[in-house]
């Protein structure tokens, strides 16, 4: 496992505003052509993005190959890549289809690992399948879904000492609960925390959480800005998924309310949602999924719009 200098600590700014999540590129819900996948990833370099998120969760390690394929050739320092611990990948004879969502044999299985000797091992799997000398963030994964007090109270301060060997320049938690994700972040020194769906234009259950973050000086890479689908189309289908179910009558209301409020100042449903975290200080960074270049060219244009602050005035007064 290589070693950084240790005095390099990653400034959260070097993100960007926009970066690049890897689950669409690891075949999440359908499969897409290698050759997609790649050109799709380049596409969002040649857009100016230089972070790029991944896992071994995504695709049982697919994504981490199709990212490194085209980020292994890029100038080294001019890019920031986060993968993520806590799931290890080991072989399954038993073979068949992946159970958890992602359009890829399962030739290997998951399965959770919080020790130290689980920890460093991902990350060495993972530097091998990506094809990287390093990985800038490592994040512990879903500690919420496996055991947050074995993530508290074991795995995280793994992640510290990595940090504080030099074998990574920064470490957080992935998360899906803004309740959990409080707990980690008192209980360890992270420098980035990143949330999915907990601060969307939609939704804002994590403000206590992102006050917090500010407090902690914990930077907050925002993730599931879309709210998996619902807000991601300037109109709100009656067949659009929340929660990566189908949304209930409610919240379909409540999305196309915002989809109308926004289409009255000439802003288009999806960009304020892309744009929407960035307006909180703790955030830096909006990290969107993609699965072909066009995806990936209308998100980076959409986080370039202007717009109004009336806009978000109006959008404020519908949420309190």
């Not at 005095?7 to 999440?28: E, H, M, T, V, Y």
């Not at 080991?90 to 992946?98: C, F, I, R, S, Y």
Request: aromatic share 6%.
């Amino acid at each position: 496992m290589n070693s950084l200098d240790s005095s390099l600590d990653l400034d959260p700014r070097r993100l960007g505003k926009l970066g690049f999540g890897g689950a669409g590129i690891g075949n999440l819900y359908r499969s897409i052509p290698d050759g997609e996948a790649l050109a799709t990833v380049l596409a969002a370099w040649d857009a100016g993005i230089r972070y790029f998120d991944t896992a071994p969760h995504y695709g049982l390690g697919l994504s981490e190959q199709r990212l490194g394929a085209v980020l292994r050739d890029k100038p080294r320092d001019e890019f920031v890549v986060s993968t993520k611990v806590g799931r290890l990948l080991e072989a399954n004879p038993g073979g068949g289809q992946d159970p958890e969502g992602f359009d890829v044999p399962a030739t290997t299985r998951r399965v959770w690992d919080f020790s130290e000797k689980g920890i460093r091992r991902s990350i060495e799997d993972s530097l091998e399948r990506l094809g990287l000398g390093h990985v800038d963030i490592a994040y512990l994964h879903d500690p919420d879904v496996h055991d947050l007090q074995a993530g508290i109270s074991e795995a995280l301060p793994v992640l510290e000492r990595l940090r504080s060997e030099g074998v990574v320049k920064a470490i957080g938690v992935g998360i899906n609960s803004a309740e959990a994700a409080l707990e980690c972040v008192d209980a360890a020194d992270l420098d980035l925390l990143m949330l999915a769906g907990r601060y969307t234009l939609l939704e804002q259950p994590g403000v206590p959480l992102l006050d917090r973050c500010v407090e902690r000086s914990t930077g907050v890479v925002s993730v599931g800005a879309y709210n998996s689908g619902l807000l991601a189309r300037p109109d709100v289908s009656e067949d659009a998924h929340y929660n990566y179910q189908q949304a209930p009558p409610d919240v379909l209301a409540r999305a196309r309310r915002l989809a109308t409020i926004c289409r009255d100042f000439g802003v288009e449903l999806p960009t304020a949602a892309l744009q929407f975290p960035l307006r909180h200080p703790a955030v830096v960074n909006v990290t969107a999924g993609a699965t072909s270049p066009e995806q990936v060219s209308m998100n980076a244009a959409r986080m370039e719009e202007t717009v109004p602050e009336e806009l978000w005035e109006a959008l404020e007064r519908v949420g309190r």
